[in-house]
């Protein structure tokens, strides 16, 4: 061991030995006479430490081996140019082509469905056992299946995640507010029983296919396969098939729409909050192409955002919970003036469609109120009749039907709906009838438009990286029996949903580059997939955020401020567009600055856009190399080799015999012309067989060093591995695989360092940036808060030429143990000075205290950080996370955040209805008893996560500054350092003077800080509308249209209390 007196000393070797002793000599001196540290000194230990760590990462990698081994190749491969442009419309036309074979599948159920009803004649006392999806399997105490529940055999499935389904059968959902024997869900259960043929047949014809459907307008819901459906803790199942975005895009056209709320005194108690929840379940039914507004009104208007005063704002998840938290603030007292509300509301769609920004298709007047005193006929002549374009929807809250009479005139006279809500049971239910009306139109139009929506989350089919992102195709269903036309009677939807991995499949990843990646958007802008999605936060927890599904491309290609490339997007242009980009990896801790060019078209049939980035230099370049089949098979042979089992280079989904297999397996049958069945990509193919035969002499290389016994003694090397652009993969072990210090490396959960759909291996991304010929140090970031690796990991890429257009072929390296590394790299105990191995984003690879390792240097040396950012040194470069989850303190309520939940809500108007029935209250009473028992809760602070905007930091070093020194006046003293870079690599010795703390300078942090926004700029950000493009499709009225089909007061009968009743059972039991 080294004598406490040494500040810094290399490991073995005569250079080494003698840098370090004159570095000791030198900084005794320093500390003697508190002179600069001298510059030469720390350059020839630098010199030294540099050639040794690279001497070993070379070795032990087979760098020069398989540097010499393509170069061997150079003479014998074609470089090409990547044609972006061409790329970007193949891609396009082979998504379409996947599109457009599931959209026929949904056709074909369409067809089935309307054949199947237009046979069948209604049957009041129809009976009919069918599965239902809760009840399978299930039996009584007796052992006895019971009713609706009886066999249904399901069994694990590879191709569903290994859930128990059947893939001969369908079942049916019920949602647990409707009674699962009214005569017109067993009616449409049975003739969509039909179905069935028609789904087993698409998935036959297409083995890609997963979940296929039936929303029944009635609100059941038929799911192929069959699968077990289980209640929530409180015994609910809170689907309901007509809430879903894909259910509504299909059944109605886009529509603008202004709610009214009547907030006048004898709103008051319950009927507020009925009011209340039926905006919110009006809200439920609104997409992104949909536009809307509230307004509360008695004697005076009362917009509940005021910032939105006079217009419309795009109904997507984040403005429809931003006006959900605004509900609340609403209180009932004074006069109602509906003929005030009813003039701005005209006002706002006529003003607001003249602004070419809504939908430009339906619009429609949505007014909650417990009565009217007048028709208003002066006012619809005024603004409405004769055309009639816009409809009023009438919601009549409470149990009086007093006024029924003029808002259900309303309603008729202007091709609207009257319904009557007397208990937060019927709220629902009675909200969904708004949109059979509006399909009216589309329904006797006979057109049955293809819709796709944006991207959301399917937790059934959760694999081990979490809930799946899909995307929906739907077709609506109609009635083609000629006596209800004129009734334009929408039967269903029917739909399949699309993983989005499987348009990942169609990208080939190795044409893209080490830094390409492709992306898809909606036409809102919103993305369908990209690599920079963060659809999830809370590793461990993997939760939804609330708005992932409406991220904006523009918040993910920041950098272009005006939006150029979304706008050219959105409206389906075909081109080219470049920026320079800062490209966050590693846990978003380091940044890669580059060039990219982006090329773009529409896919063709959906409402999707398709781009592509290419970063310039190696990212444009491809080659092609040519090997035998027998060379390349015979080295595919190898135990060694592995291929990225995210990449498509065989597709494994088109025959069910076909599943289990690997990409390496599918590979080899195809090659051997054992499974003729199978379709591969064989450009993709060729390359993996120049591939292995290039990279097939190192297996026998790292195999000679490992039987060395003399190499290596100490095992600080653990592994060596590779990596070609064609995603082929070897590793080597040095040690036992129970040895490994980190076990998790190049596994399939360590999804930063392997192959995957839409990205290269750190590793390899940032060897590719890394000067040829040098390595690229790094230590692995944890999730925790906390980084305490116990290895590093050193990369060098692999070039066909000696020049930037040379396409980077592969990626070796090493990964050693952290304290073999810093005994290369020893420093001592010393009082004065500080060692510290920096890389060039500024993380410490070694300092003398362990604990820092990890840590970024502008924390721990704060002062000198600062210095090096003014000299030039390292530059800080801003970054924005516009996904970001930020902790606030939120004041709420939980009996009244409770209410706006429709199943809770549901279940308190049991309790709300039992009590009445039982204790005979007048209402008064009642609102009373329901205000204290279940609003009137202590506020309390809660701290959530919520979605918010972020600024932050990296930093990256100045590639032309090698060396540099310094002097730092504090408040009294002067601190000294040095920085040097170690030769061949992207790390950085810095000595410090440790005698002058220099506290006055605060710590350079990295942590993310969140972008406040003032009320104002809320307001503009509210008011802000990006460019949209609108559906091609619109079907807001028809001529035979029968507006005479408006709605009525319902009766409560009694076959209502046969649904409550076993909620009723559940509810006192708990």
Request: net charge negative.
């Amino acid at each position: 061991m080294a004598g406490p007196g040494w500040p810094c000393r290399a490991s073995r070797g005569a250079s080494a030995l003698l840098a370090a002793t004159l570095l000791y000599a030198a900084l005794g001196d320093v500390v003697r006479s508190e002179q600069q540290i001298p510059l030469s000194v720390v350059k020839l230990w630098a010199s030294a430490f540099g050639g040794e760590i690279k001497s070993i990462a070379a070795k032990y990698s087979g760098s020069q081996l398989l540097q010499k081994k393509y170069k061997e190749y150079e003479k014998d491969v074609a470089i090409e140019e990547i044609d972006g442009l061409q790329l970007v419309k193949k891609l396009a036309k082979n998504m379409e082509e996947m599109f457009h074979k599931k959209s026929e599948a949904v056709r074909r159920l369409v067809e089935a469905a309307e054949e199947a009803h237009l046979k069948h004649e209604f049957d009041a006392d129809l009976q009919y056992e069918y599965f239902n999806a809760v009840l399978i399997n299930e039996r009584d105490k007796d052992g006895n299946f019971l009713e609706l529940g009886k066999e249904f055999i399901l069994a694990p499935n590879d191709h569903f995640n290994n859930l128990p389904v059947n893939i001969s059968l369908s079942d049916v959902q019920v949602p647990t507010n409707m009674y699962n024997k009214d005569p017109a869900i067993v009616n449409g259960v049975y003739w969509s029983e039909s179905l069935n043929k028609v789904f087993v047949d698409n998935f036959d014809r297409d083995p890609s296919l997963i979940w296929q459907y039936f929303g029944s307008a009635k609100g059941f819901f038929r799911q192929y396969p069959g699968i077990k459906w289980e209640p929530d803790e409180n015994g609910v199942i809170a689907f309901d098939c007509r809430n879903r975005k894909w259910y509504i895009q299909a059944a109605t056209s886009p529509k603008d729409v202004v709610i009214l709320v009547d907030v006048s005194g004898s709103m008051k108690g319950l009927r507020l909050t009925i009011a209340k929840q039926t905006v919110s379940s009006i809200l439920d039914t609104l997409g992104d192409d949909d536009f809307f507004n509230i307004i509360a009104y008695n004697e005076e208007l009362h917009y509940v955002e005021p910032c939105l005063n006079g217009t419309l704002v795009q109904a997507d998840r984040t403005n429809k919970e931003h006006f959900r938290e605004h509900l609340d603030k609403l209180f009932a007292k004074g006069i109602g003036m509906l003929d005030i509300a009813l003039n701005e509301a005209f006002n706002i769609l006529s003003d607001f469609n003249h602004t070419g920004q809504g939908s430009i298709c339906s619009q429609a007047i949505m007014l909650i109120t417990d009565g009217a005193v007048d028709t208003y006929d002066t006012i619809f002549a005024k603004y409405n009749w004769p055309d009639r374009k816009v409809r009023i929807f009438t919601y009549l809250i409470g149990r009086e039907a007093a006024f029924a009479d003029n808002l259900k005139w309303m309603a008729c006279a202007n091709k609207g709906f009257f319904t009557q809500i007397s208990t937060l049971a019927d709220v629902q239910e009675n909200v969904m009838e708004y949109l059979h009306v509006l399909s009216r139109p589309k329904v006797i139009d006979q057109e049955h438009d293809v819709v796709w929506t944006e991207a959301y989350i399917d937790s059934t089919l959760a694999d081990d990286q979490g809930p799946v992102l899909m995307t929906t195709v739907a077709m609506p269903v109609f009635s083609k029996q000629n006596e209800t036309r004129s009734k334009g009677i929408l039967l269903g939807v029917v739909g399949t949903d699309v993983p989005v991995k499987e348009l990942l499949k169609t990208i080939p990843k190795y044409k893209l580059g080490i830094h390409g990646y492709a992306f898809a958007i909606t036409n809102n802008g919103y993305i369908l997939t990209h690599p920079e999605l963060r659809p999830l936060y809370e590793e461990g927890k993997k939760r939804r955020k609330p708005n992932y599904s409406s991220v904006d491309l523009s918040e993910v290609e920041w950098e272009d401020r005006d939006d150029v490339l979304r706008n050219a997007m959105v409206n389906r242009k075909t081109g080219k567009f470049s920026m320079e980009v800062k490209k966050t990896v590693d846990k978003g801790k380091r940044v890669l600055v580059m060039t990219n060019d982006y090329y773009y078209t529409d896919i063709k049939g959906t409402p999707f856009s398709l781009g592509v980035a290419l970063s310039r230099g190696h990212g444009k370049y491809f080659f092609r190399g040519n090997v035998t089949v027998e060379e390349g098979l015979h080295d595919l042979e190898h135990p060694d080799v592995s291929l990225a089992d995210e990449w498509s280079y065989c597709n494994t989904d088109l025959h069910p015999e076909h599943r289990h297999l690997s990409q390496l397996e599918a590979i080899k049958l195809y090659l051997k012309g054992k499974e003729p069945l199978l379709q591969c990509d064989k450009e993709l193919i060729q390359e993996v067989l120049f591939d292995a035969v290039v990279s097939a002499p190192i297996e026998a290389y790292w195999t000679s060093l490992a039987l060395n016994k003399s190499e290596n003694s100490d095992k600080g090397v653990e592994v060596a591995f590779l990596g070609t652009r064609t995603g082929l993969s070897r590793i080597n072990l040095f040690v036992g695989a129970e040895q490994l210090t980190n076990q998790d490396f190049l596994k399939a959960g360590d999804k930063e360092n392997i192959f995957n759909a839409d990205h290269f291996p750190l590793w390899y991304r940032r060897a590719a940036e890394q000067i040829p010929g040098s390595f690229v140090y790094s230590i692995p970031f944890s999730t925790g808060t906390v980084n305490k690796s116990n290895v590093v990991t050193a990369s060098t890429s692999i070039q066909l030429l000696d020049e930037r257009k040379s396409p980077v072929v592969a990626a070796v390296g090493i990964q050693m143990k952290l304290e073999f590394f810093q005994r290369k790299f020893w420093t001592a105990s010393r009082q004065t000075v500080n060692c510290y191995l920096i890389d060039n984003n500024g993380f410490i690879l070694v300092s003398e205290d362990y604990t820092q390792t990890g840590d970024f240097f502008g924390e721990v040396e704060g002062a000198v950080m600062h210095k090096l950012l003014t000299m030039g040194s390292f530059k800080r470069i801003t970054l924005y996370d516009y996904q970001a989850m930020c902790r606030a303190n939120k004041e709420s309520s939980d009996g009244a955040h409770g209410l706006l939940d429709p199943y809770n809500a549901f279940l308190a108007a049991v309790k709300w209805i039992m009590t009445e029935l039982v204790l005979f209250l007048v209402e008064f009473n009642l609102c009373s008893w329901w205000h204290s028992d279940m609003t009137a809760k202590a506020q309390k602070l809660k701290q959530t996560l919520e979605p918010c905007d972020t600024e932050y930091p990296a930093f990256v070093s100045e590639r032309t500054i090698k060396e540099t020194s310094g002097n730092i006046a504090c408040e009294d003293c002067s601190k000294s350092f040095v920085i040097q870079q170690i030769p061949s690599s992207n790390l950085f010795m810095v000595v410090v003077d440790s005698s002058c703390l220099c506290e006055s300078v605060a710590p350079i942090t990295m942590a993310p800080i969140e972008i406040r926004y003032n009320e104002s700029l809320k307001c503009e950000r509210l008011k802000a509308q990006k460019i949209r493009r609108r559906p091609e499709s619109c079907h807001g009225f028809h001529p035979e249209e029968n507006a005479r089909e408006c709605g009525g007061a319902p009766n409560l009968q009694a076959k209502m209390v046969l649904i409550l009743f076993p909620l009723l059972l559940m509810l006192f039991s708990r």
